[in-house]
């Protein structure tokens, strides 16, 4: 089975991909999500993240089935 990775925003511009699926076997928090698609970069600390539509933190534990979602940091005004 799989987990589904998805980046919104800035960070799906910026890293050039929406949507992932990985091999749930392969990921076992928000942070090995993260770095089974952006091997080249680290995850940055003011990510907004969520885990199956609740927010997370990166040490969360990922579950075969789930979403994680990956946010730039929001500013208004």
């Given at each position: 089975m799989a987990v589904t990775i998805r980046f919104?925003?800035?960070l799906k511009e910026q890293l050039g991909v929406e949507r992932r699926e990985v091999d749930a076997a392969v990921i076992k928090t928000v942070s090995d999500a993260w770095r089974a698609v952006v091997a080249?970069?680290?995850?940055p600390d003011n990510i907004l993240i969520a885990l199956n539509l609740e927010?997370?933190?990166?040490?969360?534990?990922?579950?075969d089935g789930d979403e994680v979602a990956f946010f730039p940091p929001v500013t208004g005004g």
């Open positions: 919104f925003a800035g080249h970069e680290e995850l927010y997370a933190t990166a040490d969360r534990a990922v579950r």
